[in-house]
């Protein structure tokens, strides 16, 4: 059984940051009502939902993938790129102590989740705005016992690593190359993005299919040729914030 760690949208969602998307107007309704649908096809493929308590003043805090990178042995609490967005790892780290021993990145290191791939015993660390080489090596230090291999990944023109790319299954990514070097996934089959799709590549893999976003049909169709289930969550509101759907819950098995 998995369980997905998710928390209700902030009402200070307008006042999120943002860094590769222009600002424009957010319909809060509209993205409640989108987070819920994302919280029920989580919960139809499997997942127990859990949300955190809420943190109303913390415009960000419904992006809750970047306070934590969650393994079957141990679960790291990260210290986030952007100041505004630090204090919304205690309520993550109270939850996730319940089921894992916790370990802290800390100054002078800074990650975002969602600057994280896990693949196998593989992980891969976007060198975004948000996170950098001190924390690559409290990573690598932190989790060398537990036999994982942490690798620093140059990317560009976006905000994250995981939205140039996710894994599909253990032996596949899904990959926009225009913003992060495919090289670093050589070891991967590799399926490209439309190019009139370049935010497609991010997914949520779960045992029952994947999670995409609505709005990119030639990805999704490219996906269920290549004999993938792909379901479709319509996600435009948390897009505006920049968000995508890795970034709105944390995923971790009940062990
Ligand atoms: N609004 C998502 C982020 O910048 O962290």
New binding site residues.
């Given amino acids: 059984m998995w369980i997905a760690l998710t928390r209700e949208l902030s009402p200070r969602l307008a006042d999120?940051?943002?860094?590769f998307v222009d600002r424009e107007p957010i319909d809060l309704d509209l993205a409640r009502l989108q987070h819920r649908a994302y919280q029920t096809k989580l919960s139809e493929l499997g997942c127990e939902v859990r949300e955190l308590p809420a943190t109303p003043e913390l415009p960000?805090s419904v992006?809750v993938e970047?306070t934590a990178v969650v393994l079957d042995e141990i679960a790291l609490i990260t210290r986030p790129g952007?100041d505004s967005?630090r204090a919304e790892i205690e309520t993550m780290a109270d939850v996730l102590a319940e089921y894992r021993p916790i370990r802290r990145i800390v100054e002078p290191g800074t990650l975002d989740g969602g600057d994280v791939l896990r693949i196998g015993k593989r992980l891969f660390v976007g060198l975004s705005a948000r996170s950098n080489s001190a924390a690559i090596e409290q990573m690598q230090t932190a989790l060398a016992p537990f036999g994982y291999r942490v690798e620093g990944v140059p990317m560009r023109d976006c905000?994250h690593l995981k939205s140039a790319v996710t894994a599909v299954s253990d032996e596949a990514v899904l990959i926009n190359p225009d913003w992060v070097d495919s090289d670093a996934f050589a070891d991967f089959q590799q399926l490209r993005v439309d190019p009139a799709e370049p935010h497609a590549a991010n997914v949520v893999r779960l045992e029952h299919g994947l999670i995409m976003p609505a709005g990119f049909p030639h990805t999704r169709d490219q996906l269920r040729n290549a004999g993938l289930v792909v379901h479709e969550v319509a996600l435009s509101e948390l897009q505006k914030?920049?968000?995508a759907v890795t970034c709105c819950s944390v995923l971790l098995r009940n062990i």
């Fill in positions: 999120c940051e943002l860094s960000d992006f970047d952007a967005r905000l914030a920049e968000g």
